[in-house]
Structure formats: C-alpha cells, structure tokens
C-alpha cells in the first residue's frame, strides 16, 4: 500500500502501553515529516490498543471519527479501589469479594447498560477553570467534576477469576471505561478499579487492522529509500 502522509492519511495506530496519545502524535509526526498529525480521540497511557491518526487533509475528520461508537475489552479488579481508578495510583481501600457470585457481578453489569450519568475520573483530562483535572488531583487539591450523560450499549462480563473480571463494553463517545470499572465497584459495594484495558474498535475501523509504530517507522524508511533510488 502506498501512503502519503503529507496530502492525508487515516492511520490506524496499536498503541503501545506506557506511551500517551501525544507521544504517538510526536514519533509519528516526527518519522513522516509532516506538521499535520492530530489523534482522534485519546488512550490513557495505561491502556492499548487502537488510536487513530489523521494526517495532512484529514486532520478535519478528527471530529468525526472520535464521535463515533467505540468498544473496549479488560480486565477490572474488584475489591480494591484507588483514587485514579486504574493503576496509576496506589490502592487505598480494599474490601472483601468472597460472597459475590457471577451472578452477582454480571447482573451489577447489565444496570450500566443503556442512558447513564457519569462522571469522569479526577485524574483525567477533563479542564477546571482552564486547568486539567489530574494537573489539580496530582497536587492533592480537591477536584469537584459534573456527571455527564453517556451511552453504554454493551457491557458484557466474559469471565471471571477471582477478582479480577474480564470484560467487553461497547460505548459512546465520552465514556471513561475507568470510571465504569470504579461504579461496577461501587455497585457492588466493594469497590474496584482498571487494571487492564484495550480499545479493539472505533466506528468501522478495527484493532486489528492496525499498524504498529515500527510500522509506520519501516514504511518511511522505504519511501525515502525509494525517493534516492529514483533520484540517484
């Protein structure tokens, strides 16, 4: 396939775990050359998966593309809770799991599913003021944020081992699957938070028909290979 970065591309972008969305943005604006380099809806650097990238003319169909359906699959760990809601922090409270039945837990599930309320994790990017939510929680200063109203039209639990529960969401644009993870806790009345969490689809586009950063590295490196050559 032959691409050109700078006239507009859609990329379809693994992202790794530990990076942010940015440092994707950067190191592949970077490899390509091209200043026209926006993601279409943010990963927190906690999670994997798909991140899509739109370069050059396609940079106007950011809006388009992040407002459409998106669905995750992970990993939440009940019976512990954090005030990050993931990993990011460590755990504060933990509580015992031992009564709850599948049942239990998939039944607390299916409430979520459909019209919520929710409200977004202090420690995320939401702006306060013209400062961002985990600027002000990471300085230990208090974060009040508004619910908002999302849609999830999926929330399935795939399996179970002990407390970690594995599942699949299909949701708007919006969604904080870590806060999903913290009330699906709270529902339960033992808390939980994100351990583990992948975005497998955006839309139409897919997770598995994604391009790694060596990808798109490797995919350079032949197109200006190819420009000498030709050159020579």
Same mark, same amino acid.
């Given at each position: 396939?032959?691409?050109?970065?700078?006239a507009? *591309?859609?990329?379809?972008? /693994?992202?790794?775990?530990?990076?942010?969305?940015?440092?994707?943005?950067?190191?592949?604006? /970077?490899?390509?050359?091209?200043?026209?380099?926006?993601?279409?809806?943010?990963?927190?650097?906690?999670?994997?998966?798909?991140l899509?990238?739109?370069?050059?003319?396609?940079?106007?169909?950011?809006?388009?593309?992040?407002?459409?359906?998106?669905e995750?699959?992970?990993?939440?760990?009940?019976?512990?809770?954090?005030?990050?809601?993931?990993?990011e922090?460590e755990?504060?409270?933990?509580?015992?799991?031992?009564?709850l039945t599948?049942?239990?837990?998939?039944?607390?599930?299916?409430?979520?599913?459909?019209?919520?309320?929710?409200?977004?994790?202090?420690?995320?990017?939401?702006?306060?003021?013209?400062?961002?939510?985990?600027?002000?929680?990471?300085?230990?200063?208090?974060?009040?944020?508004?619910?908002?109203?999302?849609?999830i039209?999926?929330? *399935?639990?795939?399996?179970? /081992?002990?407390?970690?529960v594995?599942?699949?969401?299909?949701?708007?644009?919006?969604t904080?699957?870590?806060?999903?993870?913290?009330?699906?806790?709270?529902?339960?009345?033992?808390?939980?938070?994100?351990?583990?969490?992948?975005?497998?689809?955006?839309?139409?586009?897919k997770?598995?028909?994604?391009?790694?950063?060596?990808?798109?590295?490797?995919?350079?490196?032949?197109?200006l290979?190819?420009?000498?050559?030709?050159?020579?």
């Amino acid at each position: 396939m032959q691409y050109d970065f700078a006239a507009g *591309e859609i990329l379809l972008i /693994n992202k790794p775990l530990d990076w942010t969305s940015f440092d994707v943005v950067k190191k592949v604006r /970077n490899t390509i050359r091209v200043k026209k380099v926006g993601h279409a809806g943010t990963l927190d650097p906690l999670a994997s998966g798909l991140l899509i990238l739109c370069t050059g003319k396609f940079t106007k169909r950011i809006d388009e593309i992040q407002g459409q359906e998106k669905e995750y699959t992970g990993i939440i760990r009940l019976g512990e809770v954090t005030p990050s809601y993931d990993r990011e922090t460590e755990v504060t409270e933990t509580r015992d799991i031992t009564h709850l039945t599948a049942e239990d837990i998939k039944a607390a599930a299916h409430t979520f599913v459909g019209a919520i309320e929710q409200i977004p994790p202090i420690y995320s990017a939401v702006q306060i003021d013209g400062k961002r939510a985990y600027d002000l929680a990471r300085k230990g200063k208090e974060v009040e944020l508004k619910p908002r109203a999302v849609t999830i039209h999926a929330f *399935e639990i795939t399996s179970i /081992n002990g407390p970690e529960v594995a599942f699949k969401v299909v949701c708007s644009k919006g969604t904080y699957i870590r806060s999903l993870a913290h009330d699906l806790g709270q529902k339960l009345g033992v808390g939980g938070h994100l351990s583990k969490l992948e975005r497998t689809r955006i839309g139409e586009y897919k997770l598995e028909d994604a391009l790694t950063i060596e990808d798109i590295v490797a995919i350079r490196k032949k197109q200006l290979e190819e420009a000498d050559g030709s050159s020579s």
